[in-house]
């Protein structure tokens, strides 16, 4: 079965720093596609970066990146240059298909502080 | 184009009730899936649509139903409500193109929650 685990519950950095988040996940499949949501006090889940397993480069968005390694099944999320409003439940999230129907499968979150 | 709408954003429930949630996928979206956020349990999957079909649902109790029109709009009902349904319920909406669906991302609503007095 597919199981994401972020090993960090709670995290806190100083504004303007880099901070790592961790996501480690489980799967048999060869293809297939991780996620990272930021979830703000307002609830709204937003996505933050996907990755195509295919894909050896890792995504980059603007201050946020990805270091994806598929042999150790690792999909770390890099924050650089942290800003207040990067303060969040972060979700990595891995994607599904069962019966041709999508399913997301959520870690349990990392609560990010960034303080000023 | 507008984001995914889910109402009511607030509810509050006693047991025994029941309970209807809306939610409107973005324009041209045609998959819909359900997703109940507690502190406990973290995110799980409820239920996904497509063209008025369920393709699949989360491993939840038969209380727990939804369902999809023809416009996308999708609705999820709770019936018998429980103490244990106190949650944010996220709504979530995807292209469904035919790519690889994997790869499509999904949309989320500001969500419901709904508090079970």
């Known amino acids: 079965a597919q199981t994401v685990t972020q090993s960090q519950p709670e995290m806190s950095v100083q504004e303007a720093e880099t901070v790592t988040l961790s996501c480690t996940y489980d799967?048999?499949?060869?293809?297939?596609?991780l996620f990272w949501y930021k979830q703000p006090p307002s609830r709204q889940m937003i996505l933050v970066i996907r990755q195509e397993a295919y894909k050896q480069q890792n995504a980059t968005e603007n201050r946020f990146s990805v270091n994806f390694q598929k042999a150790a099944k690792s999909f770390s999320l890099k924050i650089s240059d942290s800003q207040l409003g990067d303060t969040a439940m972060y979700f990595c999230?891995?994607?599904?298909?069962?019966?041709?129907?999508?399913?997301?499968?959520f870690g349990q979150g990392t609560r990010l502080t960034i303080n000023p | 184009k507008a984001g995914v709408t889910q109402t009511p954003r607030y509810l509050i429930k006693t047991r025994g009730q029941q309970v209807t949630l809306s939610c409107s996928p973005i324009s041209g979206h045609r998959s819909v899936s359900w997703y109940q956020q507690t502190p406990g349990q973290g995110l799980q999957f409820l239920f996904e649509?497509?063209?008025?079909?369920?393709?699949n649902k989360g491993n939840f109790p038969g209380r727990f139903s939804g369902r999809q029109f023809s416009n996308s709009r999708s609705e999820m009902n709770v019936s018998t409500l429980e103490l244990g349904d106190s949650a944010l319920y996220l709504c979530a909406s995807s292209l469904d193109s035919a790519g690889d669906p994997r790869g499509e991302t999904q949309y989320f609503g500001p969500g419901t929650r709904l508090l079970v007095l």
């Open positions: 799967t048999s499949e060869n293809n297939y596609y």
């Open positions: 649509y497509f063209s008025e079909t369920q393709r």
């Open positions: 999230a891995f994607m599904r298909l069962i019966q041709g129907a999508q399913k997301l499968v």
